[in-house]
T-cell receptor, first 114, second 113 residues
Framework: NAGVTQTPKFQVLKTGQSMTLQCAQD?????MYWYRQDPGMGLRLIYY???????DKGEVPNGYNVSRLNKREFSLRLESAAPSQTSVYFC?????????????FGSGTRLTVV | GQQLNQSPQSMFIQEGEDVSMNCTSS?????WLWYKQDPGEGPVLLIA?????ELTSNGRLTAQFGITRKDSFLNISASIPSDVGIYFC?????????????FGKGTKLSVKP
């Protein structure tokens, strides 16, 4: 089925370890986003890529880096994981930045940092 | 920055009851969206609203774009157990600095059979 695919679905890291969360979309969308979801905090934007070749910081970028590998793929990297980064991470895509048709979300990566 | 205040935070209702939730802001928006997140899944778009005063339905769901463009409402009629989940409002301002969607913090709905 067409959509946004995130891997892995679950991950446990030790403090200080690094990892990359992968995201791919097959809808030929131009813009892609990374959000984190914490209880009672809603969805907070970490980084976004308005189009291939560009990336920008969102509301909570500290401790993360991103790479827009090509039009389909947008990865999120934690260089040195901290317990405060325990969260559910969602990747999303849209036709263009600020698309009024909304975003399509992946099913999430549940990350625990111990 | 721009913020969406979504209420209530959570609701516990009996199957068959109607549900109302809303989202307000001090800022004006051009688009309001409502998403539902099932447990363990990502949010899915339910309804999109593009004009002030617009009233749109999707099955048992009805949403309205407030006349002032600063708020939106979602109603669910005759709730059923599969309505359980978190409902998010989201808004977009074409003139915003990022041009990205802003999300409310969600309303968690529990339905008792």
């Amino acid at each position: 089925n067409a959509g946004v695919t995130q891997t892995p679905k679950f991950q446990v890291l030790k403090t200080g370890q690094s990892m990359t969360l992968q995201c791919a979309q097959d809808m030929n969308h131009n813009s892609m986003y990374w959000y984190r979801q914490d209880p009672g905090m809603g969805l907070r934007l970490i980084y976004y890529s308005a189009s291939e070749g560009t990336t920008d910081k969102g509301e909570v970028p500290n401790g993360y880096n991103v790479s827009r590998l090509n039009k389909r793929e947008f990865s999120l990297r934690l260089e040195s994981a901290a317990p405060s980064q325990t969260s559910v991470y969602f990747c999303a895509s849209s036709q263009r930045e600020g698309a009024s048709s909304g975003y399509t979300f992946g099913s999430g990566t549940r990350l625990t940092v111990v | 920055g721009q913020q969406l205040n979504q209420s209530p935070q959570s609701m516990f209702i009996q199957e068959g009851e109607d549900v109302s939730m809303n989202c307000t802001s001090s800022s004006i928006f051009n688009t309001w969206l409502w998403y539902k997140q099932d447990p363990g899944e990502g949010p899915v778009l339910l309804i999109a609203l593009y004009k002030a005063g617009e009233l749109t339905s999707n099955g048992r769901l009805t949403a309205q774009f407030g006349i002032t463009r600063k708020d939106s409402f979602l109603n669910i009629s005759a709730s059923i157990p599969s309505d359980v989940g978190i409902y998010f409002c989201a808004a977009l301002n074409y003139g915003g600095s990022q041009g990205n969607l802003i999300f409310g913090k969600g309303t968690k709905l529990s339905v008792k059979p």
